[in-house]
């Protein structure tokens, strides 16, 4: 298990992706992820910064921030949960046609995009999954007293520690060498489910769902679950990413509400074969 970043250069200085960060007000971390992009060894893509709200600290932090990429801030009124359109408009803002989804909590290993752009497939739906750090380790990162370049060998060494101390997940904040000795293991390792925090697809296959379903008003369910039994509906599969596309989940208070409402609305639409949203990008109803 190596970590070598080095630079993938396409020929081409044209962007080949886009990589949306949803956030909400919490710059320190988002501080954290943007310093992860720009180590990324594949540098061909744009950032936009998917805003659920529109807040001064947000619009200071951006103002003032120094990076090698493209970015573009999307705003929106802050009246409640509405990360779905904060998304649906990223996704119509894009300049590209390969979109990559993280969250602004998840600090990226430096050949994250590198992955989410050498398995790219227009009829897959790439999926990853990401380690959740305990408390101790988190503030570590944050701080940049543990690089980015040391994590592998961190969490070897301390993955007993980091789950005693409320991190979970560990094995998957591993990154393996796809052309090293274990280069086999991520080959085995399937995803069953889509991570809203580390997926990518292309653009024609978000638009043939009509995106994320703004019905949904509460978090989770309509991120990712929603999206993959839609996606599967029209004949897409999805791409394991686990121990390529590596993240980092920086530790914070839950703050997730009953699922029950959003699950009930799902299923509704399941027995329907609804795979169409009709709130979506397009407004359908």
Known sequence: MSLVPQIYMSKSSSLKSSLIISVYKNTKFLDAVMKSVEIQTFRDFEVIISEDGDSEEMKSYLSTLKTSFPILHLTQADVGWRKNQALNRAIQSAKTDWLVFIDGDCVLHPRFMEFHWKLSDKNSILAGKRIKLDPQTSD?????????????????????????????????????????????????????????????????????????????????????????????????????????????????????????ENMEMMRLNQAKKQFVCKNGIKKLN
């Not at 570590?140 to 301390?158: D, W």
């Not at 897409?236 to 686990?242: I, N």
């Open 140 to 260: 570590l990162l944050l701080n940049g007293e543990l690089a980015l370049e040391e994590m592998n060998k961190f969490i070897r060494q301390n993955s007993s520690k980091i789950k005693k101390e409320g991190g979970s997940f560990v094995e998957e904040g591993l990154f393996i060498d796809p052309k090293g000795l274990l280069g086999f293991i991520p080959r085995l390792r399937k995803m069953s489910q889509l991570k809203g925090c580390n997926m990518s697809f292309h653009r024609d296959a978000i638009e043939a769902i009509n995106g994320f379903d703004e019905d949904y008003i509460r978090p989770a369910v309509g991120e990712d679950i929603d999206l993959h039994w839609r996606f599967e509906g029209l004949g897409f599969k999805l791409k394991s990413l686990r121990n390529l596309a590596v993240q980092y989940h920086l530790w914070h208070k839950e703050s997730w509400t009953d699922q029950e």
